[in-house]
Structures are given as C-alpha cells and as structure tokens.
T-cell receptor, first 114, second 115 residues
Framework: AQKITQTQPGMFVQEKEAVTLDCTYDTSDPSYGLFWYKQPSSGEMIFLIYQGSYDQQNATEGRYSLNFQKARKSANLVISASQLGDSAMYFCAMREGLVNDMRFGAGTRLTVKP | DADVTQTPRNRITKTGKRIMLECSQTKGHDRMYWYRQDPGLGLRLIYYSFDVKDINKGEISDGYSVSRQAQAKFSLSLESAIPNQTALYFC??????????????FGPGTRLTVL
C-alpha cells in the first residue's frame, strides 16, 4: 500500500502568491516524522521542513510551513510569497518510528509564473 | 564545500559492466543511505548502513551491493549493470539517534545510464 500520496503531479502559482502542496500519509505507528524536500532542475534534494507526530504546533521554516492535520493524516506544505526560484519538484516523505527507511511520495512539480 | 559528495556525477556504461558509485560525507554522521530515483517516482531505498559494521537491505536491493569503508564513505556497486538500473542515484546521511526524527541530508546525485 502506498504510504505517501501526493495527488498533484503539477501546480502553477503566480509569483508572490501562496501555494499549498498536498500530502497524505498512511501509518499505524504512533511515532513518525514527516519531511518535505525540494528538488530543483539541477537534481539535488534539499531538505525544507520537518514535522514530528507528537509535535503540538505546525512546523515553520521561513516561507515554508507545514499544515499538519493528524486526524486526517495530511501534511501539506505551504509556501508563502512564491518566488521564481521556488520552481522545482517537491517531495513529501515519512519515516515511521521503528522502520529504518524513509518513504517518499511521487512528487509535485511546482511552476512559479512571473 | 559540500557536506555530502558523490562521484561520479554522471556515468554512461554498457550492459554487463561493473560500476561503483562513491559517496563521502564530512557531516560526521553515522548513518548513510543509497536511494534511486526513477522518472515520475519518488526515491526508493537500496541499502543503508548505521555504522561501519552494519549493512542492511532496503526496498530494492536486488542487483546492488554496498561497502562501508569508513564512517565517512559508503559505496554502491552494480556487479553487472542492466538497462533498468538507469536512474538518478542519491546518497544520504543522518545523525544518531535517528528514529522518526531522523532528517536525511542528500548528496548531489549521480545520473547513471546503462546502454
């Protein structure tokens, strides 16, 4: 079964606007971590933000925030004030407490329009 | 200088050849990982190592082997490359104590093409 689902293959956003990238996950482990990575066209994987299953507040890192809805098993990434340099693939990933690997979603390609 | 480096960055080889991809890190992390990425897919784990004496298979280990030569070095080998191993390969590292909070930091990737 798919552990991480990203239902938006591609998204467009106007420069300076906010955008939400969706991610839902599936786990029965009470301890897990959720991660977002950015992959620009150059190919590297850049860590953006982390949310722990026991964290009470949504994670934020600069213009990135994670809208964590535990009951709905969703961990959407919100990018505020989009910039042209935000155009990239974005991957959601999950690591379960007793599992040694990290599972990735298929990714969402974000294009920021000027 | 990059904390996680991979060599080569690009490689084209022929079916049946032996290939080694190398990863080095200066982050001082104990844990190292090898992933592959195929077009339209996320990353899938090939092998991981929690220290020099610890090697573990991941989701898609068939056709690959690894060696952890030192804390800072983790290499991936394809003993006899085949075309469906054409992919982008990533090395990643993470720090103890790991677990659910284990953030992984990735190298720049190696693009491998098997003809």
């Amino acid at each position: 079964a798919q552990k991480i689902t990203q239902t938006q293959p591609g998204m467009f956003v106007q420069e300076k606007e906010a955008v939400t990238l969706d991610c839902t996950y599936d786990t029965s482990d009470p301890s897990y971590g959720l991660f977002w990575y950015k992959q620009p066209s150059s190919g590297e994987m850049i860590f953006l933000i982390y949310q722990g299953s026991y964290d009470q507040q949504n994670a934020t890192e600069g213009r990135y925030s994670l809208n964590f809805q535990k009951a709905r098993k969703s961990a959407n990434l919100v990018i505020s004030a989009s910039q042209l340099g935000d155009s990239a693939m974005y991957f959601c990933a999950m690591r379960e407490g007793l599992v040694n690997d990290m599972r990735f979603g298929a990714g969402t390609r974000l294009t920021v329009k000027p | 200088d990059a904390d996680v480096t991979q060599t080569p960055r690009n490689r084209i080889t022929k079916t049946g050849k032996r290939i080694m991809l190398e990863c080095s890190q200066t982050k001082g992390h104990d844990r190292m990982y090898w992933y592959r990425q195929d077009p339209g897919l996320g990353l899938r784990l090939i092998y991981y190592s929690f220290d020099v004496k610890d090697i573990n298979k991941g989701e898609i280990s068939d056709g690959y082997s690894v060696s952890r030569q030192a804390q800072a070095k983790f290499s991936l080998s394809l003993e006899s490359a085949i075309p469906n191993q054409t992919a982008l390969y990533f090395c990643a590292t993470s720090d103890f104590p790991g677990g659910a909070t284990d953030t992984q930091y990735f190298g720049p990737g190696t693009r491998l093409t098997v003809l």
